[in-house]
């Protein structure tokens, strides 16, 4: 049995991702024939179950001046159709202009997207359909210097430790745009002096991706943080390592091989040839390559052709990354800073 009525049964989720928010669902229904009622009538579903009737409108306008609802009983007669998100301007709010993007709490695609990850853990790894696999293999070629790659499997993964811990890194960042006056970062491309091509690869490529959403969601990232889409090439212990417990950062027990050309911290390129060159082959022939959410927020620009020192200055700078562009040549590297700047969501395997 479904109830279709409106605001009243819609709560939102106190304490939680979704405070202030709520949700309905805009839905096609089919009622055939109704059986009208303006009271409560406890055999309501008997007279449809014998045939009688195809479902309820319980019209209590008409009796008590509050709302009518409809009764469905076969959910055949339903199709969710659209996910309303909104908040109520009740008890004299007013709209307000609002910088910070509405975001999913989880992104739309995941198998885990109906669960809170704060209160109901999950750490899956899932192989993808062969669609997104397609769509990893277009983003793969079409951010690679030299030969192109031929991707044989992607597994995603859903880790809700690690995906709280990165938007909390989010979160917190946003507040202390907003304690500074700040709305947002300075991209990359107006780091380099090139306004009009020196995008992330992998974002200009995801503007003209239609399907994009099924497998990125980039609707659910944060430009403003300069949130950017980069590969980390590894081998296969460490894909499988910061898979499960995330980027160890400078911590001990490394699950990242870090870098040292611009300092320490855990190395990114939006160019899969250059993560491709940190990926040995394993004996069966493969390479592990991860395509990871990266918040990389404010940028220290380089364009020394190496500075180990790179990291001290830009932490120094307060700053939350490092974006190194040796000799204004390339490939360009990203250097993030803590494990809370990363997820690792796709591990992707390539012929060697």
Request: include cysteine; glycine fraction near 8%.
């Amino acid at each position: 049995m479904m109830y279709f009525l409106a605001d009243e049964y819609a709560p939102d989720e106190p304490g939680g991702h979704y405070e202030g928010t709520h949700a309905l669902l805009l839905c096609r229904e089919c009622l055939g024939k109704f059986y009208y009622v303006t009271d409560r009538d406890s055999g309501a579903k008997q007279k449809v179950e014998s045939g009688e009737f195809d479902s309820t409108v319980g019209d209590r306008s008409a009796a008590v001046n509050t709302y009518r609802e409809i009764v469905l009983y076969d959910p055949d007669q339903v199709y969710p159709e659209y996910l309303i998100l909104y908040d109520r301007l009740d008890g004299g709010k007013t709209v307000e202009a609002n910088d910070t993007p509405f975001h999913l709490q989880l992104p739309v695609y995941w198998v885990n997207v109906h669960r809170n990850p704060i209160v109901d853990s999950f750490s899956v790894h899932y192989t993808v359909r062969e669609k997104v696999k397609e769509l990893i293999q277009r983003l793969a070629s079409g951010t690679c210097s030299g030969s192109k790659p031929v991707v044989q499997d992607v597994r995603r993964v859903e880790d809700s430790e690690l995906w709280n811990r990165y938007v909390a890194f989010k979160a917190g960042l946003h507040q202390r745009l907003r304690s500074t006056g700040e709305t947002r970062c300075l991209a990359p491309n107006e780091l380099d002096g090139k306004p009009d091509s020196g995008h992330a690869l992998t974002s200009k490529l995801l503007e003209d991706e239609l399907d994009a959403e099924e497998a990125v969601s980039t609707e659910n990232m944060d430009f403003a943080l300069n949130e950017l889409l980069l590969w980390h090439g590894t081998d296969a212990d460490s894909a499988t390592a910061i898979a499960e417990s995330g980027f160890l950062i400078g911590g001990a027990g490394n699950a990242v091989k870090n870098g040292r050309r611009f300092g320490e911290g855990a190395y990114f390129a939006e160019d899969f040839g250059q993560s491709r060159a940190y990926a040995p082959a394993s004996s069966a022939g493969v390479r592990y390559i991860l395509l990871c959410r990266t918040v990389c927020g404010h940028i220290w620009y380089t364009e020394k052709s190496s500075d180990t020192n790179a990291q001290k200055a830009a932490k120094k700078s307060l700053k939350h990354s490092v974006l190194a562009n040796p000799d204004r040549k390339g490939p360009r590297e990203y250097i993030l800073f803590e494990d809370a700047q990363v997820y690792p969501e796709y591990i992707v395997q390539l012929a060697a």
